[in-house]
């Protein structure tokens, strides 16, 4: 006669490592039956990290700026976090993010700096449950914000004088000192 019998050994994301397991059988006689056995709990693998920022390296005063990030889940489960976006350390927006296993996702930002100078730019992506590998949950960068005046030069060559029924000639040339596309 056999009789099949089971148990249920239930994990979650803290779980990983060595399990000792005994089991002792008994025919309800004097029939014993024992084995040991070692129950592996291998760790499933989470991870989200930040990657790929791109911050114009200049900026204008009360002009859009657009930041970029890509957003990589590496582990072997659909994952959902959040993600900050922080300008001088005050956080500006807080978006959530949900990437399937193995994929990313390109994330887009808007920030009008409404002063000049130097204007540091971090994005955070909260880890989540079980995730090992922090260090890439953090990406920064910077931008010189200047006023508009900064960021364009004129130069103007014209005529000082000129004839009565004569035309004036000037040639106005405006340049661009900035790496922000102005058009």
Do not use: C, H, W
């Amino acid at each position: 006669v056999s009789i099949l019998s089971s148990f249920v050994f239930t994990t979650n994301y803290l779980s990983a490592g060595n399990y000792d397991v005994n089991l002792l059988v008994s025919d309800g006689r004097s029939g014993t039956a024992a084995k040991s056995i070692v129950v592996t709990v291998n760790n499933i693998i989470r991870d989200l990290s930040l990657s790929n920022l791109q911050v114009p390296q200049d900026s204008i005063e009360n002009f859009n700026l657009p930041v970029q990030v890509m957003v990589t889940n590496s582990g072997l489960v659909n994952e959902t976090s959040n993600l900050k976006f922080f300008v001088d350390e005050t956080l500006q927006e807080t978006r959530a993010i949900s990437l399937n296993a193995g994929t990313n996702s390109t994330e887009l930002f808007n920030y009008t700096p409404t002063s000049t100078g130097t204007k540091n730019i971090r994005l955070e992506i909260t880890g989540v449950s079980g995730e090992e590998i922090l260090n890439d949950n953090n990406i920064s960068g910077s931008t010189n914000a200047m006023n508009y005046s900064q960021a364009i030069s004129l130069s103007i060559n014209a005529q000082t004088s000129v004839y009565d029924y004569s035309n004036f000639n000037a040639r106005v040339q405006a340049t661009n000192n900035s790496d922000v596309n102005l058009n």
